[in-house]
């Protein structure tokens, strides 16, 4: 099967983001990650516990902050 030059491969992103992909989204500090989190009231989901768990942030929620710091 050959696709033509018009067809456009949609790859869907996953609903959640780590700190770190936020922190090199945003250019700053996973320290700066978790503040701004925090003060925005975006809700993280928390996988495992203890040190060895993981803490997401979902997708649509940041960007919907990021929308509404746009000046």
Do not use: H
């Amino acid at each position: 099967m050959t696709r033509s030059s018009n067809e456009v491969s949609v790859v869907a992103l996953p609903p959640y983001l780590s700190p770190n992909e936020l922190a090199e989204r945003w250019r700053c500090s996973r320290s700066s990650v978790d503040r701004i989190a925090q003060r925005a009231g975006l809700s993280r989901t928390f996988l495992g516990e203890g040190k060895n768990g993981i803490v997401r942030y979902m997708r649509k929620e940041v960007e919907a902050y990021e929308a509404s710091r746009r000046v």
